[in-house]
T-cell receptor, first 116, second 111 residues
Framework: SAVISQKPSRDICQRGTSLTIQCQVDSQVTMMFWYRQQPGQSLTLIATANQGSEATYESGFVIDKFPISRPNLTFSTLTVSNMSPEDSSIYLC?????????????FGPGTRLTVT | QKEVEQNSGPLSVPEGAIASLNCTYSDRGSQSFFWYRQYSGKSPELIMFIYSNGDKEDGRFTAQLNKASQYVSLLIRDSQPSDSATYLCAVKGGSQGNLIFGKGTKLSVKP
């Protein structure tokens, strides 16, 4: 598996501000993903963080709202921009670890965001 | 639209019983299947993965896969109150190699 840390673990932010979430992995990984889990819901993919190129966004998510950086194979950031109360969610970083030629995905501890 | 369906529950079983959690998926080409356990306020924890038809056992957990029926299940033997959590079924099948999740089944194990 992989050891994944996220910062901050939680935050309360005001409407209209931005928050940058950091994800750090203890080993180099090719695939790194950002998911969102809204209250009482399952996980939805926001985007894949690609090292050395722009992130690949899922339908319904745009770069202006959720800019992502991936400067190397162990680190990524997700920014939630111009926040509204609808952005209140848990944001999760995950990595795909290859084992036996198959990928297993592990999650970081998450960032719980509340927008007031 | 690829989908993963789970019964949301809650599923309530007595301590020591077998808990059976079920999941169906829409994409017949899916190859990798995962079960995550998520305690309230925590992130998902990978507990089982299965790639081939049949059963895969790990301790008290058994994953079962039937690709012809597009069906995955998780059995928890000798259920304990500490098993009380939401169990998420996930299929690797997104366009980016990501997982597609079901809505999760909430399991409650009563002492």
């Amino acid at each position: 598996s992989a050891v994944i840390s996220q910062k901050p673990s939680r935050d309360i932010c005001q409407r209209g501000t931005s928050l940058t979430i950091q994800c750090q992995v203890d080993s180099q990984v090719t695939m790194m993903f950002w998911y969102r889990q809204q209250p009482g819901q399952s996980l939805t993919l926001i985007a894949t963080a690609n090292q050395g190129s722009e992130a690949t966004y899922e339908s319904g998510f745009v770069i202006d709202k959720f800019p992502i950086s991936r400067p190397n194979l162990t680190f990524s950031t997700l920014t939630v921009s111009n926040m509204s109360p609808e952005d209140s969610s848990i944001y999760l970083c995950s990595v795909d670890v290859l084992r036996l030629e198959k990928g297993e995905q592990y999650f970081g501890p998450g960032t719980r965001l509340t927008v007031t | 639209q690829k989908e993963v369906e789970q019964n949301s529950g809650p599923l309530s079983v007595p301590e020591g019983a077998i808990a059976s959690l079920n999941c169906t998926y829409s994409d017949r080409g899916s190859q990798s299947f995962f079960w995550y356990r998520q305690y309230s306020g925590k992130s998902p924890e990978l507990i089982m993965f299965i790639y081939s038809n049949g059963d895969k056992e790990d301790g008290r957990f058994t994953a079962q896969l039937n690709k012809a029926s597009q069906y995955v299940s998780l059995l928890i033997r000798d259920s304990q109150p500490s098993d009380s959590a939401t169990y998420l079924c996930a299929v690797k099948g997104g366009s980016q190699g990501n997982l597609i999740f079901g809505k999760g089944t909430k399991l409650s194990v009563k002492p």
